[in-house]
Every structure is written in structure tokens, then in C-alpha cells.
């Protein structure tokens, strides 16, 4: 089986900076994208960031500039630096990991169970 566990959220001020983990564990082959999306209650959840296994991103208009995602394959970890957070910013942030696992070697894109990240103002 596989996991993706999610650490770093929390609660900050405007202005202020986190930074979001998500490991990945179980029986993995290979990870291909990995990313973040967030929702608030009544929304869609919506991207926020994504990489490929080669580094390639991609982010929302809304937090390009202010977010950097990156990632560590020999940890099979995706991180979300925050910076400049706002209030719009308050969500549930969930991490997403598109793999190959490893008996099947079949496709199938994974969920963190979220992180709770509050802005203040």
C-alpha cells in the first residue's frame, strides 16, 4: 500500500511563512508529478503547484511569486514554501503524488489526508 502524509500546516499572521511537507511511502515503483491543491469549505479544490519528476512547475496565477514547490525523489517528498501568505491563502492544503506501484507497476494518483493552514489578518 501506499501513504502520503502531509506535516507543516498551522496557523500564521499575514505576511508571515510556512512550509509544507508530504512524504510518500509504501510500495512505489515510481513517482511521476507530485502536488499541491487546496479547498476551502463550499469550494472546489482547486491547484496550487505542481513538478514533475524531471522539475518542471507549474502554479496558480494567485500564488506565483509568493509559493515554491520543490521536491527531494531520493526522500519521495514534495515541499510548498509559502511566503507572503494572506488571507485568501486559508485552506485545506492536500498533497497529490501520480506513481507507479511497484508489484502491478500500474498508475494511480494518491491523497494526502490534508493540512489545515490559517492566515490571520
Known amino acids: 500500500q501506499v501513504q502520503l502524509v502531509e506535516s507543516g500546516g498551522g496557523l500564521v499572521q499575514a505576511g508571515g511563512s510556512l512550509r509544507l511537507s508530504c512524504a510518500a511511502s509504501g510500495s512505489i515503483f515510481s513517482i511521476n508529478g507530485m502536488g499541491w491543491y487546496r479547498q476551502v469549505p463550499g469550494k472546489r479544490r482547486e491547484l496550487v503547484a505542481t513538478i514533475t519528476s524531471g522539475g518542471s512547475t507549474k502554479y496558480a496565477d494567485s500564488v506565483k511569486g509568493r509559493f515554491t514547490i520543490s521536491r527531494d525523489n531520493a526522500k519521495n517528498t514534495v515541499y510548498l514554501q509559502m511566503n507572503s501568505l494572506k488571507p485568501e491563502d486559508t485552506a485545506v492544503y492536500y498533497c497529490?503524488?501520480?506513481?507507479?506501484?511497484?508489484?502491478?507497476?500500474?498508475?494511480?494518483?494518491?491523497w494526502g489526508p490534508g493540512t489545515q493552514v490559517t492566515v490571520s489578518s
Open positions: 497529490n503524488a501520480d506513481l507507479t506501484v511497484l508489484v502491478t507497476r500500474l498508475h494511480y494518483t494518491y
